[in-house]
């Protein structure tokens, strides 16, 4: 569930912490992240969607919950009558910014290789748009290019829970400096 940012003062796009990025460190957790964003899922749903064992789900979830990406929600019963414990997300990934100089090879591409992974489960037909692009640009043209963009996600984030009657789409903004 996304916070408002004219409501939520922590909502506002701000650096991530050292905690914050270590926590996004693994494709599996931006995994969770995703899969929490839109549903609450307990454990065994998380573990059964991404088709991992329970307790390394659980591992992942705790730090999730230890830096305030997850939250648990109240305590359900599940079909076979058992307690369920769901976990949301709280929406304050979508406001943190990552410099690079933060970030070890391992680390900046989880977020990479868990797209990957959510790409193939979908398939190639969920492509809703594609862009494929190599332009010459300075810093600054790179730094001008990404406040722009990142501008246009953050109105759509902002109001994603007017539209959440329909289809749910990801995605991901990554430009790179080409090999030369």
Same mark, same amino acid.
């Given at each position: 569930m996304d916070r408002d940012p004219t409501i939520d003062p922590e909502a506002k796009r701000r650096p991530a912490t /050292?905690?914050?990025?270590?926590?996004?460190?693994h494709p599996l957790r931006v995994r969770i992240l995703r899969l929490c964003g839109d549903r609450e899922l307990t454990n065994k749903q998380l573990a059964d969607r991404l088709g991992v064992d329970a307790g390394t789900v659980l591992y992942?979830?705790?730090?999730l /919950?230890? /830096?305030g990406f997850l939250e648990p929600v109240?305590?359900?019963?599940?079909?076979s009558g058992?307690?369920?414990?769901?976990y949301r997300s709280t929406g304050r990934t979508w406001w943190l910014s990552v410099g690079l100089d933060d970030l070890d090879l391992g680390e900046g591409l989880a977020p990479v290789d868990a797209f990957q992974q959510e790409l193939a489960d979908a398939g190639?037909?969920?492509i809703a748009t594609y862009a494929r692009f190599a332009l010459h640009l300075s810093p600054e043209d790179v730094a001008e290019l990404d406040r722009r963009i990142v501008a246009v996600i953050d109105e759509? /984030?902002?109001t994603d829970a007017e539209r959440t009657g329909r289809p749910l789409h990801g995605g991901?903004?990554?430009?790179?400096?080409s090999a030369e």
């Open positions: /050292v905690k914050e990025i270590k926590a996004m460190s992942h979830v705790r730090q /919950v230890d /830096v109240g305590v359900r019963s599940g079909e058992a307690l369920e414990k769901p190639p037909r969920s759509f /984030v902002e991901l903004f990554l430009l790179h400096r």
